[in-house]
């Protein structure tokens, strides 16, 4: 059990590590997460590269709607932004993955400037609305603009080339989202340290409170809106990088409920709450997946209902959450670290 004083200084106070034994254990982890494509498998590998682009777009959303407030249900189409723009510099102008990356943010935020706009005379459900709107314009931009997404048919791109070093396997491909995942949640755990994220917080809890002491609504939401985006963007290139291809299908209204999940379910607010919530939403359509499998032989069409079931899961997840533990699974988390930390003082 932990006793004394470990808040002495505002510097103390603002750690992100607040003791060494989180700083060895964390040190731990980076060195598991460096070592384990050297013992993993192909599927394992394959799994870790989707629950890491995954992360990185569930930090950009949680950002907007735990952090800030603002909900969205267009997040997909933000990450599709991020693809679509890969996918067009790298195949019709050349550039490099390392180019790519961030112009995909920078066209994401963009966009994400515009979707937000309406924000400051909306918020709750119409601002709902309104982002559900912009999914739909997407995802009809998506299909139907075919000179430059090329519809239905996609666009197939090459590996990802890294000085030299092209990123053809589930292996290679790990160790570059492994970085941009350490990285987007390095950023985000110390962006509410900043100003900008306390502004986010104030909104979140009370809007006008906020206004009142001095915070630009606008500006804020709009910054809130420019992050969130840029980080579906740079998941929207790793994304397109792995798989290799884009198609509209993969930035559907679905997407983004399951994107939604993730952050509800995980935690809403918190990094380490999107890391398992990252991390459960990956891993629930494979389950799924394994558990249809097991019935074909006894009824053959279960596969058939795969994708319909993970819509059901997704939404009955979501309120069973809302309903039993609204701080989602980092709560849960909490709750076992302080009972071993009071133990056997816990009564």
Request: net charge positive; hydrophobic share 55%; aromatic share 14%.
């Amino acid at each position: 059990m932990r006793i004394g004083d470990f808040k002495e200084t505002y510097a103390a106070d603002e750690a992100v590590f607040r003791t060494p034994t989180v700083r060895f254990w964390v040190g731990v982890l980076l060195v598991f997460l460096t070592l384990f494509p050297f013992f993993a498998s192909d599927y394992l590998l394959y799994m870790a590269n989707l629950t890491g682009i995954a992360l990185v777009a569930a930090l950009g959303l949680n950002i907007l709607t735990g952090s800030a407030g603002q909900i969205s249900l267009g997040h997909s189409a933000l990450i599709g932004v991020g693809a679509y723009t890969s996918a067009i510099l790298s195949t019709r102008l050349g550039l490099p993955f390392l180019v790519c990356l961030p112009l995909s943010g920078a066209t994401a935020a963009v966009c994400g400037l515009i979707i937000g706009a309406p924000s400051l005379r909306m918020k709750g459900l119409y601002l709902c609305i309104a982002t559900l709107a912009a999914q739909m314009i997407f995802d009809f931009l998506f299909n139907h603009w075919t000179s430059l997404t090329n519809g239905i048919n996609g666009i197939n791109i090459s590996a990802a080339n890294l000085f030299g070093w092209e990123l053809k396997t589930e292996f290679d491909f790990y160790f570059i989202t492994l970085a941009v995942a350490v990285l987007g949640v390095t950023m985000t755990r110390n962006l509410f340290r900043t100003k900008v994220g306390r502004a986010f917080i104030a909104i979140r809890d009370r809007d006008i409170s906020a206004e009142l002491m001095g915070i630009n609504l606008f500006r804020y939401k709009l910054y809130a809106f420019a992050v969130s985006s840029f980080y579906a963007g740079v998941s929207g290139c790793l994304w397109v990088y792995f798989i290799k291809s884009v198609t509209p299908e993969y930035f559907s209204l679905h997407e983004s409920i399951r994107y939604l999940a993730m952050i509800i379910i995980g935690g809403l607010g918190s990094v380490l709450g999107t890391i398992f919530g990252a991390m459960f939403m990956t891993f629930v359509p494979e389950l799924l997946q394994a558990v249809l499998s097991s019935l074909k032989e006894t009824y053959p069409m279960a596969m058939n209902y795969l994708f319909p079931l993970q819509t059901v899961v997704f939404g009955f997840l979501i309120v069973l959450f809302l309903v039993l533990e609204p701080h989602g699974l980092v709560r849960l988390w909490h709750r076992v670290k302080d009972y071993f930390r009071l133990w056997p003082f816990e009564h």
